[in-house]
């Protein structure tokens, strides 16, 4: 997506993402699915491999391309899969993570609660780039 909105925040889980970009004034949203989606894996003691879900290629590119116009990236979410998806994007994007400002844990709110955590975010580096 193209948006004339400098800013956007992601929430991101295994399962979905959450992409807004916004202003002082308005957000547009945008909502992603894994295409495979996977059940949630546990770890058991003496089992081979992590337990752990890897994020969906696609997913991942999908959620990426959606932010490559922002200025600046905000990426939130409940678990591991957020530090991952910036993982992904250092390796495969480094113009694109200079661009994000911030990782942060963040549990499931609503996509009103999410936009507002983001422009408190913002706000301060809104007013030192307003100087």
Sequence with gaps: MTSSHVHAVI????HQARVFH??????NAEKFHPHNASV???HKSGANGTGHEEMEPA??????SAVSGAGEILVIGPGSAK???VSLIEKHDPKLRAR?????????????QIV???RR???PVDGLSAR
């Design 11 to 14: 929430w991101i889980d295994h």
């Design 22 to 27: 916004f202003d002082m004034g308005e957000a």
């Design 40 to 42: 949630h894996l546990h």
């Design 59 to 64: 997913f991942i590119r999908e959620t990426m």
């Design 83 to 85: 530090t991952e998806f």
């Design 100 to 112: 994000i400002f911030g990782v942060e844990t963040v549990d499931h709110p609503g996509d009103e």
């Design 116 to 118: 507002a955590y983001a």
């Design 121 to 123: 975010f913002f706000k």
